[in-house]
């Protein structure tokens, strides 16, 4: 089964040919990056625009390097269910305008759960249950995965996520956008002990999380400082990613000992962050756990994960009709 994927969440535009869920033929990403990076942070209308500009051609690219027509694709997999609502909406247009010309069965997806095809995408032999930390600029959950389509939500996070954490603590630093990869790579220079920043959530009995109140201690921190001279951003970036990383590995291990779960799982764009990285493989090596992570090009937002989500619901027979709806904040396993 040839399955096309279209994935316009956020700020990336991402079309996408996977076989049988798991043989990537394709998988286009425009990257608005240089759209957004001047406004330091992602501004939904001019992401929206620049979809609309794009999309189509974004998916004739896919189709081309998998070498494929409409003609070979049996079924479009689109997020439909979550993301900046005029973005979700022109992926969601496009692939109808495609299913209704080209007779090709399409099915609206969840953003959420895409990432974590992600990681199916390339084990498909990965056992159930695991223990899913996805976490991102947009979304930060736990979930615990039973199951193709069996979700638990565990908990999620009551304001920021930690990838959004990422990006307003670079933003308050002037240091650039996105900042989960600018601050990773700064982070190697400086002290992660050098500044005691907050845990928050740490020393609650659930698995919900809460970064905003650690991005204003950043935020009062670099005010303070400001007024005696120069700011150590390298020791302020190290100190703020490992309170980060603390919580966000301390909390999965919580959610997967409670569960008797021993695979534990990460996707999303924080994913890709080297520090998270290696904390989770040190914890899971010395308990004895599973671990999986996307491989890096599959981190941040792209279609082969809904692509690779879509197969497994075209093959249980799940479709969407021609009235799609998009929507932005769908819920998700509950
Ligand atoms: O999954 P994604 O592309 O979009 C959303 O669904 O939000 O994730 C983007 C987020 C941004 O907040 C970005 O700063 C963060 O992922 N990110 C990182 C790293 N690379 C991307 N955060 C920490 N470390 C990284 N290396
Ligand atoms: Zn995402």
């Not at 010309?101 to 249950?129: A, C, K, R």
């Not at 921190?221 to 007024?227: E, I, P």
């Not at 004895?288 to 941040?300: A, K």
Request: charged share 20%; net charge negative; glycine share 8%.
């Amino acid at each position: 089964m040839n399955i096309l994927g279209i994935e316009t969440a956020c700020d990336d535009t991402s079309a996408a040919v996977v076989r049988n869920g798991h043989e990537i033929l394709s998988n286009v990403i425009w990257d608005q990056q240089r759209v957004h990076e001047k406004y330091r942070g992602v501004v939904p209308e001019l992401a929206a625009r620049k979809h609309t500009e794009v999309i189509t051609h974004v998916i004739e690219e896919a189709l081309d390097q998998a070498n494929m027509t409409y003609d070979d694709i049996d079924g479009i997999g689109v997020n439909a269910m979550r993301g900046l609502l005029r973005s979700v909406v022109v992926g969601v247009s496009a692939a109808k305008v495609i299913a209704f010309s080209h007779h090709i069965p399409v099915i609206g997806l969840h953003h959420i759960e895409g990432h974590i095809y992600s990681i199916i995408l390339d084990h498909p032999d990965i056992e159930f249950p695991f223990i899913c930390l996805t976490v991102s600029g947009g979304h930060n959950m736990l979930i615990n995965v039973k199951g193709h389509g069996q979700y638990e939500l565990l908990g999620m996070t009551l304001d920021d996520a930690a990838g959004e954490a990422f990006d307003k603590v670079a933003k308050l630093l002037n240091i650039g956008f996105p900042g989960g990869p600018i601050i990773d790579q700064l982070a190697r220079t400086g002290n992660p002990k050098a500044f005691s920043f907050p845990r928050p959530m740490l020393n609650k009995p659930n698995d919900d999380f809460s970064f905003s109140g650690l991005k204003t201690a950043v935020l009062t921190t670099v005010q303070r400082l400001k007024t005696k001279g120069e700011i150590p951003i390298p020791d302020i970036v190290a100190s703020f990613q490992q309170a980060v990383v603390d919580v966000l590995v301390t909390k999965t291990m919580n959610a997967a000992t409670r569960k008797h779960v021993s695979t534990v799982a990460v996707a999303g764009g924080v994913s890709a962050n080297s520090l998270l990285r290696q904390a989770f493989e040190e914890i899971t090596a010395k308990n004895n756990m599973t671990l999986y992570f996307p491989q890096l090009s599959l981190c941040m937002d792209n279609a082969a994960m809904i692509a690779s989500l879509a197969y497994y619901k075209l093959k249980n027979g799940e479709t969407s009709g021609l009235d799609l709806d998009a929507n932005s904040n769908t819920p998700f396993g509950i």
